[in-house]
């Protein structure tokens, strides 16, 4: 899997 | 941000409000599950611990505080209000949480987007937001009661999640390389869950109020 996620949700 | 993700936000936020305050005016948490709001203050205290690594805006830090503290107030009186805490259904909430929690904690190391401790939690508290309201709805198949749980309650906690899919559905088409696979597949569940629980909701309102009715 590419990298992090951006986490921008709650 | 679009207009979906804040509505979505706005419902979850208000049905959290609007279960303390029926808690708070009624002294009552007759028919609420404990164990359900436990296992969501595990998944906000999880997602969340990126407060103090990471800072998106204000909102999103405000809202995370909110949503944290909320969920241990619900707690709090349902344990220890000494009113409050004598109308918990307590021999009738007995799903067992650990069936829940420890698939989604080997899920969560098994699929993940990278193998380091705050991702993984954070992978957990997508999983485990996804069936956490199950012990809820466990307790209102047994108990019936409709009484505490208002229609805006579970009113909400739906259009809640309506209203994420509708966000993913945005962001997807105006975002280029918007992907996140787990939060779909999980959040898809989570709506799929919360249908169930509405349609138990709606059986258990016409049944009271049959019950109700003169003869």
């Known amino acids: 899997v590419r990298g992090v996620a951006k986490h921008d949700e709650l | ?215």
Not at chain 2, 62 to 90: A, E, G, L, N, P
Request: with cysteine.
């Open chain 2, 1 to 215: 941000m679009n207009i979906f993700r804040f509505a979505g936000d706005m419902t979850h936020l208000c049905s959290i409000v609007v279960l303390l305050l029926k808690i708070e005016a009624t002294k009552s948490c007759a028919g609420v599950s404990l164990r359900t709001q436990e296992l969501y203050a595990v998944v906000f205290v999880s997602r969340y611990l990126d407060l103090f690594f990471t800072f998106i805006s204000v909102y999103n830090t405000v809202m995370k505080v909110f949503f944290i503290t909320s969920s241990f107030c619900i707690i709090w009186y349902m344990r220890h209000h000494r009113i409050v805490s004598q109308t918990y259904d307590r021999e009738q909430d007995t799903f067992r949480v650990a069936f829940l929690v420890v698939p989604c904690i080997f899920l969560a190391l098994l699929v993940n987007h990278e193998f380091s401790m705050v991702e993984v939690l954070w992978t957990f508290s997508i999983y485990l937001e996804s069936v956490a309201i199950l012990p809820q709805l466990i307790l209102l198949q047994r108990t019936f009661n409709v009484d505490t749980l208002t229609s805006n309650y579970v009113f909400l906690l739906g259009a809640y999640r309506a209203l994420y899919i509708l966000n993913w559905l945005y962001r997807y088409f105006t975002e280029p390389g918007y992907s996140q696979w787990i939060v779909w597949s999980s959040g898809t569940l989570q709506t799929a869950i919360y249908c169930d629980f509405f349609y138990y909701y709606v059986v258990s309102w016409r049944k009271n109020e049959r019950l109700s009715l003169p003869s």
